[in-house]
């Protein structure tokens, strides 16, 4: 597994958390990057073109909705996005976009809204109630059918018919201030100002109530990254997904 993706050509920028999906064309030694928002991709033009990286295409729009030929591709990556996606529809288009024996890999982190320390369920419980209040009809983690257990990606390609899946996994020690905290919440996709709207000043005021008794200390975390990873098979089986609700 690890000698064939060192085969792959990985140009990716830094930039936003906020990663779209990624194709991978080995044989012509391309790639091609998804974003929904064009102000995020154009960070990662610049620093493509200050690093001179000239076989990149960008594009700016749904995943969901993407324009790949059939059997193309070589390696699908997808970072800190899964969990906004219609998951579903994109094993379906990975499963059509991928060459026989092609991956994906769904890469991401345990965010401030997920991880097991104390503070964090107390950031997880203020958000969502204001999420529930400016999405009453679901985020997309919320959505039927979305992969949200800790072994929900693997599942979710199993029951795909990936093949070869596996989670690989570290840890790293974090510190956050409370501005730090509310500065990454306003980039996510469900708690920024952009997504609530005109509730987040309440939600900013009640997550530092909330916070309050630890007001001037540093929260503590051990941060996980990681992927899930999967190989097309050569002849794949229908889709049986179990996570899928008719």
């Known amino acids: 597994m690890l000698r064939k993706l060192n085969r792959i050509d990985r140009t990716r920028c830094n930039g936003s958390a906020d990663r779209g999906p990624s194709a991978y064309h080995t044989d012509a030694g ?58 579903v ?39 969502r109630h204001w999420m529930t209040r400016a999405f009453p009809a679901g ?10 257990r800790p072994d929900a990606f693997k599942l979710l390609l199993l029951g795909a018919g990936f093949t070869d899946v596996e989670i690989r996994s570290f840890v790293e020690p974090r510190d956050w201030t409370f501005d730090e905290i509310v500065g990454y919440l306003r980039s996510t996709s469900v708690c920024s100002e952009g997504a609530l ?32 990873m999967g190989r097309k098979q050569t002849d794949p089986h229908p889709l049986d997904f179990a996570l899928r609700q008719d």
Not at 91 to 109: C, F, M, R, S, V
Not at 139 to 147: C, E, H, V, Y
Not at 198 to 224: Q, S, V, Y
């Open 197 to 228: 709207g005109d509730l987040f000043p309440n939600f900013e005021a009640g997550l530092k109530e909330a916070l309050r008794p630890a007001e001037g200390r540093l929260f503590h975390e051990w941060l996980r990254c990681g992927f899930t």
């Open 30 to 87: 391309k790639a091609l990057s998804f974003s929904a928002a064009g102000p995020v991709n154009g960070g990662r033009w610049r620093e493509a073109a200050r690093r001179g990286i000239r076989n990149v295409e960008w594009r700016v729009g749904r995943a969901e909705e993407a324009s790949i030929a059939a059997e193309s591709v070589d390696l699908i990556t997808i970072g800190e996005a899964f969990h906004r996606l219609d998951q």
């Open 139 to 148: 985020w997309a983690d919320a959505r039927p059918g979305a992969a949200v």
């Open 89 to 127: 529809a994109i094993i379906e288009n990975a499963l059509d976009w991928l060459k026989p024996d092609g991956w994906i890999a769904i890469l991401g982190t345990y965010s401030i809204l997920a991880g097991g320390e104390a503070w964090k369920e107390t950031v997880r419980t203020v958000a």
